[in-house]
């Protein structure tokens, strides 16, 4: 599979608001990618195709180290992302530091999960707002107005 990347801030900035799916070695984010959005240099002509961006922030390790997680993301996607990549699609992965120490076959399984999961029906919903946690110990009952114990059934 050829791949093609996001390189520009703004398509990174856009894929932040789509479905989104975590596992052990990164976050994958997905958002459909509109025809009126694409690159001046795209070519109208050619066939449309999936578009991935990898993040791999500085808490991760040094140069070297992050590297070396990119590259391992790269190659999975080349192995597995051509059968569940939807064209006309961007893809984010956000490392995590576990995508340096899985095996290359789990990572590639996590891939092909994710990728599933973020185009299943009735999976993460589009540009839905993520749930915050609430700190201290209790919360109110809103029924009573009392406090009650945090169980996380409660949540």
């Not at 996001?6 to 958002?31: D, N, T, Y």
């Not at 240099?41 to 500085?58: A, E, M, Q």
């Not at 992302?81 to 899985?102: E, G, K, M, N, T």
């Not at 700190?135 to 949540?155: I, M, V």
């Amino acid at each position: 599979m050829q791949l093609t990347t996001i390189k520009r801030r703004a398509h990174f900035l856009r894929v932040r608001g789509g479905s989104r799916w975590a596992c052990p070695s990164f976050a994958l984010e997905c958002r459909s990618r509109p025809a009126d959005l694409a690159d001046a240099k795209d070519n109208p002509l050619t066939t449309p195709v999936p578009r991935f961006g990898f993040t791999v922030t500085k808490k991760l390790g040094n140069a070297v180290v992050r590297n070396r997680i990119k590259r391992r993301l790269r190659e999975a996607v080349r192995h597995s992302a051509s059968p569940y990549a939807q064209p006309d699609h961007d893809y984010v992965l956000i490392a995590r530091d576990a995508a340096l120490r899985r095996t290359f076959a789990d990572l590639v399984t996590d891939l092909q999960t994710a990728l599933q999961r973020v185009h299943a029906k009735g999976g993460p919903i589009q540009g839905a707002p993520r749930k915050t946690t609430r700190s201290g110990p209790l919360r109110a009952d809103a029924a009573t107005g009392s406090p009650k114990p945090r169980t996380p059934a409660s949540d």
